[in-house]
């Protein structure tokens, strides 16, 4: 069962890591504009692996992540490189609260890869669900993000990236469950954050700016990796072994509403009715997709 733990005791760890991730899209927008998409993401990444590294060699399970370094390069790339560049890329166009909107599609996208590669069974409610999920997500392309000051094939491609992001964790919510379900949760997480600092360190050198970035800059993206990824990710599996998945995973969907208000706050950002109205019919059909609804229901039978 969800509910291990009185709500008391993990409702503020709950909001303090929803605020934490709906501020990543902050510090990501700060520091893309000085580095780049790519050393952005590696900047972030690299950071996060280094310091959850000690909890590793602590627990003495460097080992196992050594033993396992090609099912985590693929992991890295799936989970936290190609993420962390789509929405790096994305922030250059289109703002952080819709960016954060589109990240609430992460569920939908792991209910509909978990259906079609492990064979997850999908009941009627579920499949109602897909269909709200992606129907708000085109109604939000459709109408653009508020944005007017850019073209509008750049919020396209923009809202494609935090679409592939997303498709990417659904993909590797599956290849964990399919290939690493035998593996600790943090030797997971570090050996993948390790593994997208390996695959992103050519394309950032690479693509590394030309400029010196600023103080600023820097220090958005130690926020970002020390607190934003290697802090909130052990905050998550905490919360997901105190209260189980189905739980944790609602912190999905908490973050819009810190994204979008500090977008509102620090960078003048505009939420429009139409955002608004097609992230509440995105939130509920990925609720419905992912099965968090489904007890209720069950319970009235």
Same mark, same amino acid.
């Given at each position: 069962?969800?509910?291990?733990?009185?709500?008391?005791?993990?409702?503020?760890?709950? *909001?303090? !890591?929803?605020?934490?991730?709906?501020?990543?899209?902050?510090?990501?927008?700060?520091?893309?504009?000085?580095?780049?998409?790519?050393?952005?993401?590696?900047?972030?990444?690299?950071?996060?692996?280094?310091?959850?590294?000690?909890? !590793?060699?602590?627990?003495?399970?460097?080992?196992?992540? @050594?033993?396992?370094?090609?099912?985590?390069?693929?992991?890295?790339?799936?989970?936290?490189?190609?993420?962390?560049?789509?929405?790096?890329?994305?922030?250059?166009?289109?703002?952080?609260?819709?960016?954060?909107?589109?990240?609430?599609?992460?569920?939908?996208?792991?209910?509909?890869?978990?259906?079609?590669?492990?064979?997850?069974?999908?009941?009627?409610?579920?499949? !109602?669900?897909?269909?709200?999920?992606?129907?708000? *997500?085109?109604?939000?392309?459709?109408?653009?993000?508020?944005?007017?000051?850019?073209?509008?094939?750049?919020?396209?491609?923009?809202?494609?990236?935090?679409?592939?992001?997303?498709?990417?964790?659904?993909?590797?919510?599956?290849?964990?469950?399919?290939?690493?379900?035998?593996?600790?949760?943090?030797?997971?997480?570090?050996?993948? @954050?390790?593994?997208?600092?390996?695959?992103?360190?050519?394309?950032? @050198?690479?693509?590394?700016?030309?400029?010196?970035?600023?103080?600023?800059?820097?220090?958005?993206? @130690?926020?970002?990796?020390?607190?934003?990824?290697?802090?909130?990710?052990?905050? #998550?599996?905490?919360?997901?072994?105190?209260?189980?998945?189905?739980?944790?995973?609602?912190?999905?969907? !908490?973050?819009?509403?810190?994204?979008?208000?500090?977008?509102?706050?620090?960078?003048?950002?505009?939420?429009?009715?139409?955002?608004?109205?097609?992230?509440?019919?995105?939130?509920?059909?990925?609720?419905?997709?992912?099965?968090?609804?489904?007890? #209720?229901?069950?319970?009235?039978?």
């Amino acid at each position: 069962m969800d509910q291990q733990v009185p709500w008391r005791q993990w409702l503020p760890e709950f *909001v303090l !890591l929803a605020a934490m991730w709906g501020s990543s899209f902050l510090f990501m927008r700060e520091g893309v504009h000085a580095f780049g998409p790519f050393a952005t993401a590696w900047v972030r990444v690299t950071i996060a692996a280094l310091a959850l590294m000690p909890i !590793l060699i602590w627990r003495k399970q460097t080992s196992a992540m @050594l033993h396992r370094w090609r099912p985590f390069l693929l992991m890295g790339l799936l989970s936290s490189g190609i993420p962390a560049a789509c929405y790096s890329f994305a922030l250059l166009f289109i703002s952080t609260g819709l960016s954060s909107i589109l990240n609430s599609t992460t569920p939908l996208f792991g209910a509909l890869i978990a259906w079609w590669w492990l064979g997850d069974r999908l009941n009627a409610l579920r499949v !109602l669900g897909l269909v709200l999920g992606f129907a708000g *997500v085109v109604l939000l392309t459709w109408n653009g993000s508020g944005t007017s000051s850019l073209t509008h094939g750049d919020e396209e491609f923009a809202i494609a990236a935090c679409l592939l992001a997303t498709l990417c964790y659904g993909v590797a919510g599956s290849f964990i469950k399919k290939y690493l379900f035998d593996v600790p949760v943090m030797v997971t997480t570090t050996g993948s @954050l390790f593994g997208a600092s390996v695959a992103l360190l050519l394309p950032a @050198l690479w693509f590394w700016p030309s400029e010196t970035p600023s103080l600023h800059a820097w220090l958005s993206l @130690l926020v970002l990796g020390l607190f934003c990824t290697a802090l909130a990710y052990v905050m #998550y599996f905490r919360l997901m072994t105190r209260n189980g998945p189905a739980t944790a995973m609602t912190v999905t969907y !908490l973050i819009p509403v810190f994204a979008n208000c500090i977008g509102v706050i620090w960078l003048d950002e505009i939420v429009t009715p139409w955002m608004l109205g097609c992230g509440v019919l995105i939130v509920f059909g990925t609720a419905l997709a992912s099965g968090l609804i489904d007890p #209720y229901f069950t319970k009235n039978e």
